[in-house]
């Protein structure tokens, strides 16, 4: 599916590149068939059950190809959309691999999405298969998935990873030591012109008007891997270990995709374990690490972050208005680059300078690397009149989803003049300095470590429930904000939410905070690492 114009697409091919994001590691494997590739946690079995996989680049192309061949037996033709909902492991990124390489459009789904979450999203768009996993910690994943698709009048398919799926899921744990791969069709032909150019990947934002898919082809994708990659100076060859699921735009670009336009090994960590994560960076020489942004400095001060190792720190903000906000970072810990996310729309990375302190946003073409000579653009930065913060340029998307999305009467992202999308978060232009600053979230929009909600929609579903409960929204220093409610019935609140299929940090807003706990609840903690 090319979104406008096919014959201009065309023409702009050469700008925006004929590889697709599959055909770059297929090329990798080809080049490195038996260097490591992508490993697993060594607790993934508390988390998600199973021992921990590590791949060379021959095995995991192989079941990348595994995957990619059981999807099109299945039927699903292409262009047909694929919802993922796994964990932080290898079958996550082998998963979205694979639907790539069948010719297929994923649709990553945040962890702590719930039915209400998952089933508007996934009915949105009109997906025709949702692959998962058995449990993500003591959560029924498989179970869940299964009561999302009998409300999702598209999905065919629900496919899962893990033992004990229960029946009616299609388990794809045999492509793993499967003899005989299924064949993958050859549908480049089917798709006709240039494939990097067909919807890639749609992700979902929500914005004043509510849920908004936003669709990035491969090209736009890249774009934002590649801009991380050149401005945080990591090397080619290194290797990563990442704590952010790629369920988005910026999941996909500094998981995914740092990955495999680094060319280096990729190791995985569900957040969050420290003793774990100290291990991983002390055991396997890690050149970059990847976290959010509000939890960098707390790493730092708890001496996880080893002196040598990483050289390269990135971490993500999810809330960009905390940035300016963040101290200073120390010289003898690694460099470190702050990845601004505006949402689904875009992300700024900004490596800090000598001071440690956070590099300013200026008006003007986005360069990686921002310092010297023989910078990439890959996108640009202007302010709107009315006080807002936009972008445009080569990892934006152009188009609007699905199409025609304009006469559905349904929020859709809107594309201004000249390619201008506007992120919805306030800024101000600092006449002195000439910079911009990021002042605030989009209004109306509740933005929990990442997991945004429309504010109005969570206070009507909670008034259905208890016409005297109410939802207030705090400033948080790690998470950016949080919920809080008040109900006179607290537990038989939360048994209600989870009955209708709330997100868990609505629920957990609602627990009883007479004393305050030693530690946040599970939810948030999730929250904070997303």
Avoid at 273 to 284: I, K, N, S, T, W
Avoid at 429 to 456: E, Q
């Amino acid at each position: 599916m090319i979104l406008g114009d096919p014959a201009l697409a065309a023409l702009t091919a050469s700008g925006g590149g004929r590889v697709t994001i599959d055909e770059a590691f297929r090329r990798l494997a080809q080049r490195r068939p038996d260097a490591p590739a992508v490993a697993d946690a060594p607790n993934r079995g508390s988390f998600a059950g199973g021992a921990p996989r590590r791949l060379t680049y021959a095995e995991a192309d192989r079941v990348v190809s595994a995957i990619a061949g059981r999807l099109r037996r299945m039927g699903l033709l292409t262009d047909s959309i694929v919802g993922i909902q796994l964990p932080n492991t290898v079958e996550n990124v082998l998963t979205i691999l694979g639907a790539l390489r069948a010719g297929l459009i994923v649709a990553p789904l945040p962890l702590l999405w719930r039915r209400a979450d998952a089933v508007a999203a996934l009915a949105r768009v009109g997906a025709k298969a949702l692959i998962t996993c058995g449990r993500v910690g003591t959560f029924d994943h498989a179970q869940f998935a299964m009561r999302v698709a009998a409300e999702v009048f598209s999905i065919r398919y629900v496919c899962g990873f893990g033992p004990g799926l229960p029946d009616g899921v299609v388990s794809f744990d045999d492509l793993f030591t499967a003899e005989k791969l299924d064949p993958v069709p050859p549908f480049e032909r089917e798709r006709g012109g240039n494939a990097a150019e067909h919807v890639a990947a749609i992700t979902f934002d929500v914005g004043p008007s509510g849920l908004v898919p936003v669709a990035r082809n491969h090209p736009q994708l890249l774009a934002g891997g590649l801009g991380v990659l050149l401005e945080s100076g990591m090397a080619q060859g290194a290797v990563v270990l990442s704590t952010v699921v790629p369920s988005s735009f910026a999941g996909i670009a500094l998981t995914l995709l740092s990955w495999i336009i680094g060319g280096g090994r990729l190791l995985l960590h569900h957040p969050f374990e420290p003793d774990v994560l100290a291990g991983q960076l002390r055991d396997e020489q890690c050149d970059a690490l990847v976290v959010p942004g509000p939890v960098a400095a707390q790493l730092a001060d708890a001496g996880i972050l080893p002196h040598a190792r990483p050289a390269s720190l990135i971490a993500a903000w999810r809330s960009p208005d905390q940035l300016a906000a963040s101290t200073a970072w120390e010289q003898r810990a690694p460099v470190l680059t702050d990845v601004s996310t505006f949402g689904e729309v875009g992300l700024v990375p900004a490596r800090r300078g000598a001071d440690g302190l956070p590099s300013p946003m200026r008006l003007g073409l986005l360069l990686a690397p921002r310092t010297g000579p023989g910078g990439a653009a890959f996108g640009e930065l202007t302010r709107t009149e009315a006080g807002t913060l936009a972008m445009r340029g080569s990892m934006v998307p152009r188009h609007s989803f699905p199409p025609s999305a304009e006469q559905s009467g349904r929020p859709y992202l809107k594309i201004g003049p000249g390619g201008l999308v506007d992120t919805g978060y306030a800024c101000r232009f600092d006449s002195l300095s000439k910079t911009l600053i990021v002042t605030g979230t989009p209004p109306g929009v509740v933005n929990v470590g990442g997991y945004r909600f429309l504010l109005r929609d969570l206070q009507d579903v909670c008034r259905r429930i208890d016409g005297g409960a109410t939802l207030a929204v705090l400033p948080d220093p790690l998470i950016g904000q949080r919920l809080v409610g008040n109900s006179v019935h607290r537990e038989a609140m939360q048994a209600a939410l989870e009955s209708v299929g709330v997100n868990p940090l609505v629920i957990a807003a609602f627990s009883d905070r007479s004393e305050r706990p030693a530690r946040w609840p599970r939810q948030v903690q999730a929250a904070a690492w997303r």
